[in-house]
Nanobody, 122 residues
Framework: QVQLVESGGGLVQAGGSLRLSCALS????????MGWFRQPPGKEREFVAG????????DYADFVKGRFTISRDNAKNTAYLQVNSLKPEDTAVYYC???????????????WGQGTQVTVSS
């Protein structure tokens, strides 16, 4: 069974940065497109970023505004989300996902992680 485990979340001040990690186990990491979603408190889950199985294509939500970068290391079975210039409105539970492309469509998602909390203070 495929499992995704997120890490790297925490409490940071506005303007700070974090690097979120998503480790996949159980199947070949390179078989999947990877994505990040987030759910702010009291709001619905939203797409943040996605990356193809080869790493050759990426997709970002408009609200990222160049602040976030998704990447992957297939040799380490790990995807990353570098989040810079964080704002209080970035506060959310960030979820990793694995599936088909385009992974921004939730119907393409085959596996979800349990999430990691990112809290940005002002």
């Amino acid at each position: 069974q495929v499992q995704l485990v997120e890490s790297g979340g925490g409490l940071v001040q506005a303007g700070g940065s974090l690097r979120l990690s998503c480790a996949l186990s159980g199947r070949a990491f390179s078989s999947y497109a990877m994505g990040w979603f987030r759910q702010p408190p009291g709001k619905e889950r939203e797409f943040v970023a996605g990356i193809t199985w080869s790493g050759g294509g990426t997709d970002y939500a408009d609200f990222v505004k160049g602040r976030f970068t998704i990447s992957r290391d297939n040799a380490k079975n790990t995807a990353y989300l570098q989040v810079n210039s964080l704002k209080p409105e970035d506060t959310a539970v960030y979820y990793c996902a694995a599936g088909l492309w385009p992974i921004a469509r939730t119907a393409m998602i085959q596996y979800w992680g349990q999430g990691t909390q990112v809290t940005v203070s002002s």
